[in-house]
């Protein structure tokens, strides 16, 4: 079965630096998401992406934050400057039409530490 | 806004049955059903649309009762690999892409 990969799968950054997270989606799904998990915690949505733009975002989803498909194939979310509350694991998800009707793949997540 | 779920977690020896419940107090559109290993991605089990869908994958199944603005995964004659845990996904209506998760129920299988 098609897979979304993300790299990398741990990522070690001190406050206040930028850290980007790569997702490359499953190729022809065409809704793009990422999600976040506090150890332990519910998975927050953080950002929908189609048709090259955001399509909804939530209120975690702060100027920190920033989303980019800069290929056909990669989808990235970047953060610009970390603060410790940012430690989480991050998971990308495609699917191939909207998710009131579509299954979410996910990827087996990025694990961010800021220390 | 988030739905929530209960219980927020299940221990049960091999065999025996569980249910899970999501609700919201918003209108729902749909309903999306995931299970998460510890250390793993979330896994999709099943989707259930408004009106009133039912649906069974092996002896897992689930129903959505759009009126009340609620869900259930029934789990039957639980196996080990039923052990993780599972988290309802809500979107609200057809038009967002915004599919967001209740807070999780953890599921332990014993022999």
């Known amino acids: 079965e098609p897979e979304v990969t993300q790299t990398p799968s741990h990522q070690v950054t001190q406050m206040g630096q930028e850290v980007i997270l790569r997702c490359v989606p499953i190729s022809n799904h065409l809704y793009f998401y990422w999600y976040r998990q506090i150890l332990g915690q519910k998975v927050e949505f953080l950002v929908s992406?189609?048709?090259?733009?955001?399509?909804?975002k939530s209120e975690i989803f702060d100027d920190q934050f920033s989303v980019e498909r800069p290929d056909g194939s990669n989808f990235t979310l970047k953060i610009r400057s970390t603060k410790l509350e940012d430690s989480a694991m991050y998971f990308c998800?495609?699917?191939?039409?909207?998710?009131?009707?579509?299954?979410?793949?996910f990827g087996s997540g990025t694990q961010l530490s800021v220390l | 806004q988030q739905p929530v779920q209960s219980p927020q977690a299940v221990i049960l020896r091999e065999g025996e049955d569980a249910v899970i419940n999501c609700s919201s107090s918003k209108a729902l559109y749909s309903v999306h059903w995931y299970r998460q290993k510890h250390g793993e991605a979330p896994v999709f089990l099943m989707i259930l649309l408004k009106g009133g869908e039912q649906k069974g994958h092996d002896k897992i199944s689930a129903s959505f009762n759009e009126k009340k603005q609620q869900s259930s995964l029934y789990l039957t004659a639980s196996q080990l690999s039923y052990s993780g845990t599972y988290f309802c996904?809500?979107?609200?209506?057809?038009?967002?892409?915004?599919?967001?998760f209740g807070g999780g129920t953890r599921l332990m299988v014993k022999p």
């Open positions: 996904g809500t979107e609200r209506d057809n038009a967002g892409n915004m599919l967001t």
């Open positions: 992406f189609y048709n090259n733009e955001i399509s909804e």
């Open positions: 998800a495609s699917s191939v039409g909207q998710p009131q009707y579509e299954k979410l793949f």
